[in-house]
């Protein structure tokens, strides 16, 4: 059973072209988010949602927008991708980070490889 | 702010010895930290994590990683390295609670950890 998924798990695109990633968790958590991986191996977080409302939204183009359609899945939405977006996005989820001890533990996808041509 | 710094981009054991990876953080209040490790190819997961309890954790696979205040920091160890040990390993800090950054991880830069016969 596979705890976080993402789709696709390659995407290779134009430049100006606009894609979207999916993620789903089956692990009954509150909380999802977006992580962006440079070339560089470098994570930062982009968004996080917490019952489908956005917590995190951290400085992200607005070509960039996460939709949550209920908490078990958190979608990524970009418009006019650039040559710059080419990374490797990951999904991750846990428990409500207010909700005890296991709150920070984070379950990650396997990872979107995007590349910008 | 918080971030983490992890000495070292690379560290190279033979299998059978020690393993030590660096981790030192900043943290205006009391952090959470944990190590993560990526596989080639795969998605993170969680090796162990320190949440104020213990300040020796145990974590998978033998590794664990002990809290030192003091120092500010949270290196790994391993006893004894396999070969399946090789991956590429994150230290990540998380703040308290409340506000819009709970939840937020602040990942380290990764050691790639290459283990030689």
């Known amino acids: 059973d596979t705890a976080v998924s993402q789709t696709p798990k390659y995407l290779v695109t134009q430049m100006g072209n606009d894609k979207s990633i999916k993620c789903e968790q089956n692990l009954g958590h509150d909380t999802m988010y977006w992580y962006k991986q440079d070339s560089k191996k470098f994570l930062k977080i982009m968004f996080s949602y917490n019952n489908k409302e956005l917590i995190i939204n951290e400085t992200v183009p607005n070509r960039f927008s996460p939709k949550s359609p209920d908490k078990a899945h958190l979608n990524l939405h970009i418009n006019s991708l650039e040559l710059g977006d080419s990374a490797v996005y990951f999904c991750a989820s846990s428990q409500d980070p207010l909700a005890g001890t296991r709150r920070y533990e984070q379950y990650f996808g396997p990872g979107t490889r995007l590349t910008v041509t | 702010a918080q971030s983490v710094t992890q000495l070292g981009s690379h560290v190279s054991v033979s299998e059978g010895a020690l393993v030590l990876l660096r981790c030192n953080y900043s943290?205006?209040?009391?952090?959470?930290l944990f190590w993560y490790v990526q596989y080639p190819n795969q998605g993170l997961q969680l090796l162990l994590k320190?949440?104020?309890?213990?300040?020796l954790v145990k974590g998978i696979n033998g590794f664990e990683a002990e809290f030192k205040k003091s120092e500010t920091s949270f290196h790994l160890t391993k006893p004894s390295a396999h070969m399946s040990d090789a991956a590429e390993y994150f230290c990540a800090v998380s703040k308290g609670t409340g506000g819009t950054s709970y939840g937020k991880l602040t990942f380290g830069q990764g050691t790639i950890l290459t283990v030689h016969p």
């Open positions: 943290s205006s209040v009391p952090p959470y």
């Open positions: 320190y949440t104020s309890a213990a300040t």
